[in-house]
């Protein structure tokens, strides 16, 4: 589903992305991991288009991007894997005014020119499937930081991905709503959608995880099995990062 070859990534002088050689088979749970600082955003942006890259090249669903190649064709492409790639940030960024199923649809109305009636009877689904059938009228602004993860889950889902990109998803909730959005998560891992998933979330990524990789300094220093990852990390830089996080 996504294979990266020799991609580099630099702001300037800095190099960020030092040659990623990284893959993601079809129905895999990919959970990456590394200190602050070590790529791993700037890894999941550079996959999603939302930076370009430097050096090197990968592919989305069969879709290429080369950084060599010329900007047009590139720009195709990232539009291309755009459309099947969903994304879920720390910050949700829903447009205030509409209700959780009007931002839902959203991109369904204006992207996908779905008629509304359509749109919203997707959009009840999805919601009903994070739990929150109940809350569709009702303004993220006045729902809780968990459930308003789980309203930005739907609408990435509502564009129907291949994959879905969580980017610490749930680093900006209180503790105790930290579980609900990872149990939607962990569904949609059982339903055998293709993941990608930064977090700190320990336990997720041993209980779910079919691998985990470990980055640090814009390098993939290693990557195993969970199991294998936390019961006999190879680097001394992973046994510091599990000794600081456990
Ligand atoms: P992580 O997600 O692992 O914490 P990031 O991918 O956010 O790491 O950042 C990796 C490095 O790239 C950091 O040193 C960060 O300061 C730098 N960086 C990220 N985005 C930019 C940017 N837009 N301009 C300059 N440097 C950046
Ligand atoms: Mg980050």
């Keep these: 589903m996504i294979t990266t070859y020799g991609l580099g990534k630099r702001f300037g002088e800095v190099e960020v992305l030092k040659s990623i050689d990284f893959q993601v088979a079809a129905r895999e749970i990919v959970v990456l991991l590394g200190p602050s600082g070590s790529g791993k955003s700037t890894l999941l942006r550079c ?3 939302l930076e370009e890259l430097s050096s090197g090249r990968f592919a989305v669903n069969g879709i290429e ?18 459309r099947q790639t ?8 829903f447009y205030p005014h509409k209700t959780a199923i009007g931002n839902v649809i959203e991109g369904l109305v204006t992207v996908k020119k779905m008629p509304r009636d359509q749109a919203m009877s ?9 739990g929150l059938a109940d809350k569709q009228d009702v303004h993220p602004a006045r729902l809780s930081g968990g459930q308003q993860q789980r309203v930005a889950i739907a609408r990435a889902l509502a564009m129907d ?9 749930t680093s900006a909730l209180d503790p105790e709503l930290v579980g609900e959005v990872l149990s939607v998560m962990r569904e949609l891992a059982q339903e055998g959608m293709t993941m990608v998933v930064v977090t700190h ?4 990524a041993r209980e779910v995880a079919d691998k985990i990789v470990f980055m640090a300094d814009g390098v993939i220093l290693e990557e195993a099995a969970p199991q294998a990852f936390f019961e006999a990390p ?3 830089r992973t046994q510091k990062f599990l000794r600081q996080i456990s």
Excluded: W
């Design 47 to 49: 996959l999603n288009g």
């Design 65 to 82: 991007v080369d950084a060599i190649a010329p900007l047009r064709t590139r720009q195709a492409a990232i539009r291309n894997i755009r």
């Design 86 to 93: 969903g994304m879920v940030f720390q910050q949700f960024n």
């Design 122 to 130: 997707i959009g009840q689904r999805l919601l009903e499937r994070v």
């Design 161 to 169: 991905p291949a994959i879905m990109l969580f980017d610490e998803p």
């Design 201 to 204: 979330e320990m336990k997720f």
């Design 234 to 236: 190879r680097h001394e």
